[in-house]
């Protein structure tokens, strides 16, 4: 008998539990987090940040930062007000599974938020402000998404502000080609919230979403001229194409797919931003793509809803 080997055994036995478990909190805060989620915070904060007048570049990290933390943050607290429906409709969710507590959940959310919102305070006072309305629509949204039906407008506000504080980094701050581009991107996640509450509350789906989808698009043709136009064009084209392609998986008659409809969407938004600077494609085009196939390569391994 080898006391020495079992103690051995004993210790890799419960270093490995304590790395398993590890590991499934790790994943959990990532779902939480719907961190597959993050590259179109980014690709919002530069398609604001370029519409805003492009040269307090040394700004961008806390805008990254803050908007991030301000997603990751929401996005906790969204599954915290959530646990009661969730684990009734959606118990493979971190909470009614068991691998985190609602109480962590609150807290970790409630952390997020506040530093996600002290850093864009420190980028200067007009970004802090509209910071703190982004944080006031991010809340509200949590609070009442599942009670309210023009939830889908509230999360519209959201980007829609989030592109008004990226904007306000820049040198001419708001302007009327962020507030525009801002209202378009609203209302494709508008458009998009509408498929995704179909996919939870089981709704009807409706057509008229997918007008605002194509709203960008429309804005584009009259936004960029000149040299700009045959940019346009082709990023309108992308950006339809690939809306197509998303939302045929929910009238396929076959295999109604509504979560792939909405992930294909969610990824999308990274070519509504890079159809919102398409002024900019030879600038840093290869970004907009880089975090498009970043979205959609993070949606394999941690889902976007």
């Known amino acids: 008998m080898d006391p020495g080997g079992t103690v051995t055994t004993r210790a890799g036995i419960c270093f490995l539990m304590f790395s398993s478990t590890f590991l499934r909190y790790i994943r959990a805060l990532l779902i939480l987090g719907r961190v597959s989620n993050l590259p179109t915070v980014w690709s919002n904060c530069l398609a604001g940040w370029w519409l805003g007048g492009d040269h307090r570049s040394n700004a961008l990290p806390w805008l990254f930062a803050g908007a991030s933390l301000l997603y990751i943050g929401g996005m906790f607290l969204n599954d915290a007000c959530d646990a009661v429906f969730d684990r009734e409709h959606r118990p493979e969710r971190p909470i009614p599974s068991g691998h985190i507590g609602r109480g962590a959940v609150w807290w970790w959310g409630v952390a997020w938020v506040v530093i996600g919102a002290t850093c864009l305070f420190w980028i200067g006072q007009i970004t802090g402000l509209l910071g703190l309305i982004l944080t006031f629509f991010i809340l509200v949204y949590d609070l009442t998404h599942k009670r309210i039906t023009f939830a889908p407008l509230l ?126 494609s030879r600038n840093f085009g290869f970004v907009f793509v880089a975090l498009f196939g970043l979205a959609w390569l993070l949606q394999k391994v941690v889902p976007a809803t």
Do not use: H
């Open 155 to 280: 999360m519209g506000s959201c980007r829609f502000v989030l592109y008004l504080v990226a904007a306000s980094v820049g040198i001419e701050q708001v302007n009327g080609w962020a507030v525009w581009c801002g209202l378009v991107m609203g209302g494709y996640i508008v458009g998009l919230s509408c498929f995704a509450r179909v996919e939870s509350l089981r709704g009807p789906v409706r057509f008229w979403p997918m007008v605002l989808i194509v709203s960008p698009i429309v804005l584009a043709w009259f936004m960029n001229g000149g040299t700009y136009r045959g940019n346009a064009i082709i990023l309108s084209l992308i950006v339809m194409l690939w809306a197509i392609k998303s939302i045929r998986y929910t009238f396929d008659p076959q295999a109604r797919d509504i979560g792939s409809t909405v992930s294909g969407l969610l990824a999308g938004i990274v070519l509504v931003d890079w159809l919102a600077v398409a002024d900019a």
